[in-house]
């Protein structure tokens, strides 16, 4: 049987792929703390849930491609409240952020064509880039400069023939980068000069840690016809599993280009885009601010971990809930397969998300994890000293090998 050469292209999730190892590891008996997903336990506001036991048709029909006008216009309120006037055409309900990337993309791409995005990234942007025909052009960034990368010194040179969009995670995921006023404004001005798209997922979008006033890339109305923006109500409102999305764009024509993609997958799930839009609803400033809280108080207990462990290095995040280290082992893969499969401390093991698939570049992040800071501060705690108990034996054992 033949395959895609673009399907091939693809890897398996980092976050992901050691699943089956943790399911052995648990038929041992074993607890795995989890630092590998962003899957947050803050609990799914209620209005999700009353929503949906609320819905009074006697059909569960088809909804509209675009998204039912309820939940458009929730949307549509969102935005205005933080100061970004919107009309219900500009948006696309998608089945979660992950298909308004998968639709841009299949837009934009054709074969050979390029997008730049700064690298360390979430490694599902290379899925959704290599099945439409592209590939990811890295922009290169350092913990020690904070992952900074909105610089026409970084970006301009990797500008070809080939480039179609920059796309950019902001808050950042993996790294917790939040753009500055400035660094947006560098970032608009390179799409606008170059005729790029400017795609910028924003899921992470309260949670950042200097308690600045909402903002978004769709502040620049100069650059409507560039920017691009994903969204979703899966980190926002704690509901992962709702599946939830938005494609917004004042880019009329990459809507209705879009539009043919929604049209043929016929419409998002026609419950969970209710009980979303009664999140939207529900949403209060206090809200936001108690769940922004929450997470810094776990970034917190992370960085302060961390920096009891021997040689690992990091760079204190910004915003959204997620940290890259540097770990003093060879091979990150490596320890993770001898923490789910060997090691244990009192019944107890983790799990991370090992770093080498957050690059496009080969060679770079072998020795660098991902860590979701997800859950309480207790579980955190516990989790980063199993990490340095594992790098302890693993080391000592990758020693006595030799």
């Not at 216009?73 to 998608?94: F, H, K």
């Amino acid at each position: 049987m033949k395959f895609s050469k673009h399907i091939e292209a693809c890897s398996l999730s980092p976050i992901r792929k050691f699943h089956p190892y943790v399911v052995a590891a648990e038929a041992k008996g074993r607890r795995v703390h989890h630092l590998n997903i962003g899957q947050p336990d803050i609990p799914t506001p209620p209005a999700f849930f009353d929503a949906v036991r609320n819905f009074g048709s006697a059909v569960l029909a088809y909804s509209p491609s675009p998204g039912v006008e309820v939940l458009l216009q929730a949307i549509q309120m969102y935005y205005q409240n933080i100061g970004i006037p919107l009309s219900t055409e500009d948006i696309l309900v998608t089945v979660g952020g992950s298909e308004a990337l998968q639709a841009v993309m299949a837009c934009i791409l054709e074969e050979g064509d390029e997008i730049l995005v700064p690298e360390p990234f979430y490694p599902n942007y290379t899925t959704f880039i290599n099945v439409s025909s592209g590939r990811v052009r890295p922009i290169p960034t350092v913990p020690g400069e904070g992952y900074r990368y909105a610089s026409r010194e970084k970006i301009e040179p990797l500008i070809n023939e080939h480039t179609r969009a920059i796309l950019v995670t902001n808050p950042g995921n993996p790294t917790g980068t939040v753009l500055t006023n400035a660094e947006k404004q560098v970032l608009v001005d390179i799409a606008k000069e170059h005729d790029l798209f400017l795609v910028s997922d924003e899921v992470y979008r309260e949670i950042i840690y200097s308690g600045e006033a909402l903002s978004s890339m769709l502040e620049f109305a100069d650059a409507a016809e560039n920017v691009v923006v994903i969204d979703s109500v899966s980190k926002r409102f704690s509901s992962c599993g709702a599946r939830v999305g938005a494609l917004i764009s004042r880019n009329r024509e990459l809507i209705s280009h879009a539009l043919k993609i929604c049209q043929g997958r016929l419409c998002a799930a026609t419950l969970d885009q209710f009980g979303a839009a009664a999140l939207y609803q529900a949403m209060t400033p206090e809200y936001c601010a108690k769940v922004r809280e929450e997470y810094r108080r776990r970034r917190d207990v992370v960085v302060e971990s961390l920096s009891k462990l021997p040689g690992v290095q990091f760079s204190t995040p910004e915003g959204a809930f997620y940290l890259m280290a540097t770990l003093p082992v060879d091979d990150a893969d490596k320890l993770q397969s001898f923490l789910l499969k060997e090691f244990e401390d009192n019944g107890e093991t983790v799990m991370y998300a090992p770093g080498e698939g957050f690059y496009a570049t080969p060679g770079l992040g072998r020795s660098e994890i991902r860590i979701a800071y997800v859950t309480n501060p207790d579980d955190l705690r516990r989790s980063i000293e199993l990490l340095g108990l594992g790098i302890a034996a693993y080391n000592q054992k990758q020693e006595a090998a030799r």
